[in-house]
T-cell receptor
Framework: NAGVTQTPKFRVLKTGQSMTLLCAQDMNHEYMYWYRQDPGMGLRLIHY???????AKGEVPDGYNVSRLKKQNFLLGLESAAPSQTSVYFC?????????FGPGTRLTVL | AQSVTQPDIHITVSEGASLELRCNYS??????LFWYVQSPGQGLQLLLK??????LVQGIKGFEAEFKRSQSSFNLRKPSVHWSDAAEYFC???????????FGAGTTVTVRA
């Protein structure tokens, strides 16, 4: 049981490049989330999904897109990366009110 | 809208001393409350949670928290800290039927020998 995994762990992009972050969970959870963590700001919700094929905007969705084609996977896309998207990204899945977090992806946009 | 305030950005405590981290929340309904810990370079690990019932909640690693509705607080305590408790701690609030959690900005704990 791997829990929540994230790929990649680290990435450096140039401004304007695109990339996709992958989150996978093997706990059969319906709800999944993408957060970004910035110093002094805690975790802020980017997008979330309440089930396969559904997505919804969170607190800071601009510049990001998501897809939930399979229940176990939740993808976060950056179509045209900007330096303001330099951050640590965390994925989480949820059951019974409790969220379980992945190890994070550290993204730097130059 | 729900919100969480952690008044202390950084706390330094001596090993063996007691620790208390403050958390205040704003929420219209009965909240679900959580404390998470994040060690450097790691993801978030749940320390404890409160949904209902006994207002004093026991968690992992010797931590406990007390829900005080009248003060809208959910403070985290540990009687005697260990060097391994050095980390960042996050308080979060959610509710039944609400898919989302709101996180505080975090409190960084430094443990000195």
């Amino acid at each position: 049981n791997a829990g929540v995994t994230q790929t990649p762990k680290f990435r450096v992009l140039k401004t304007g490049q695109s990339m996709t972050l992958l989150c996978a969970q093997d706990m059969n959870h319906e709800y999944m989330y993408w957060y970004r963590q910035d110093p002094g700001m805690g975790l802020r919700l980017i997008h979330y999904s309440v089930g396969e094929g559904t997505t919804a905007k969170g607190e800071v969705p601009d510049g990001y897109n998501v897809s939930r084609l399979k229940k176990q996977n939740f993808l976060l896309g950056l179509e045209s990366a900007a330096p303001s998207q330099t951050s640590v990204y965390f994925c989480a899945s949820r059951t019974g009110g409790e969220q379980f977090f992945g190890p994070g992806t550290r993204l730097t946009v130059l | 809208a729900q919100s969480v305030t952690q008044p202390d950005i950084h706390i330094t405590v001596s090993e063996g001393a007691s620790l208390e981290l403050r958390c205040n929340y704003s929420y219209g309904a009965t909240p679900y409350l959580f404390w998470y810990v994040q060690s450097p370079g790691q993801g978030l690990q749940l320390l404890l949670k409160y949904f209902s019932g006994d207002t004093l909640v026991q968690g992992i690693k010797g931590f406990e928290a007390e829900f005080k509705r009248s003060q809208s607080s959910f403070n985290l305590r540990k009687p005697s800290v260990h060097w391994s408790d050095a980390a960042e701690y996050f308080c979060a609030v959610g509710a039944h039927g609400d898919y989302k959690l709101s996180f505080g900005a975090g409190t960084t704990v430094t443990v000195r020998a």
